[in-house]
């Protein structure tokens, strides 16, 4: 059964970081694209960054760029979000999903995504 579970939320003052993990199990990460989503409350779901699985391309949203990196450790079967210069906008809960294994793409559209973890809440406030 395939599982992502997601952890490293919490609360944290506008400039500071934190950096989510994506654990997965019964698959194994890099076979898959992998990507970062998140959604604030009365808003919907959108992309933040993604991982193909092709070539290991990385890419991210307008909104986090330069701020946000993710990473793979294939030897842990995890995947990150390193979150720097946090801004109150950056609220929300965050999820990691992964596409299918016939897909080697990333996509920005949520109904691409088969598996999903339960999100854990990043809240950026003073």
């Known amino acids: 059964q395939l599982q992502l579970v997601e952890s490293g939320g919490g609360l944290v003052q506008p400039g500071g970081s934190l950096r989510l993990s994506c654990a997965a199990s019964?698959?194994?990460?890099?076979?898959?694209?992998i990507g970062w989503f998140r959604q604030a409350p009365g808003k919907e779901r959108e992309g933040v960054s993604c991982?193909?699985?092709?070539?290991?391309?990385?890419y991210y949203a307008d909104s986090v760029k330069g701020r946000f990196t993710m990473s793979r450790d294939n030897a842990k079967n995890t995947v990150y979000l390193q979150m720097n210069s946090l801004k109150p906008e950056d609220t929300a809960v965050y999820y990691c999903?992964?596409?299918?294994?016939?897909?080697?793409?990333?996509?920005?559209?949520?109904?691409?995504?088969?598996?999903w973890g339960q999100g854990t809440q990043v809240t950026v406030s003073s």
């Open positions: 999903a992964a596409r299918s294994r016939s897909n080697y793409y990333c996509s920005d559209y949520v109904a691409s995504f088969s598996y």
């Open positions: 019964g698959f194994t990460l890099d076979y898959y694209v």
């Open positions: 991982i193909s699985r092709r070539d290991s391309s990385r």
